[in-house]
């Protein structure tokens, strides 16, 4: 069964830092085709649509952001360990939402992903 899992999330004060990870695992992410995805991250706030954050390409060569958090956060993979993790730096309480990690089969997408971890809440406190 095809599953990616999110871990990292927290309370932190505004300033600090987060690093979430993503664990692919399961059906078309064994036997080596986690490399053949890229991975994004996105993030819904209450009473918000979910929205793109951050992507890589599926050999961690390109990244793309979205532009409130360029220059503050960080996107990027292992794929020998089957992992993509988002560095959060310069947290800002309008960072607070839970935080999706997600797979798809394009090269720099923003949308249209195929497969979708079940989130994980970032709190940034002011």
């Known amino acids: 069964q095809v599953q990616l899992l999110e871990s990292g999330g927290g309370l932190v004060q505004a300033g600090g830092s987060l690093r979430l990870s993503c664990a692919a695992s399961?059906?078309?992410?064994?036997?080596?085709?986690?490399?053949?995805?890229?991975m994004g991250w996105f993030r819904q706030a209450p009473g918000k649509e979910r929205e793109f954050v951050a992507v890589v390409t599926f050999n961690g060569g390109r990244t793309d952001y979205a532009d409130a958090v360029k220059g503050r956060f960080t996107i990027s993979r292992d794929n020998a360990e089957n992992v993509a993790y988002l560095q959060m730096d310069k947290l800002k309480p309008e960072d607070t939402a839970v935080y999706y990690c997600?797979?798809?089969?394009?090269?720099?997408?923003?949308?249209?992903?195929?497969?979708w971890g079940q989130g994980t809440q970032v709190t940034v406190s002011s």
């Open positions: 399961g059906g078309t992410f064994s036997g080596g085709t986690f490399s053949k995805y890229a």
């Open positions: 997600a797979a798809a089969l394009g090269f720099l997408p923003r949308a249209d992903y195929d497969y």
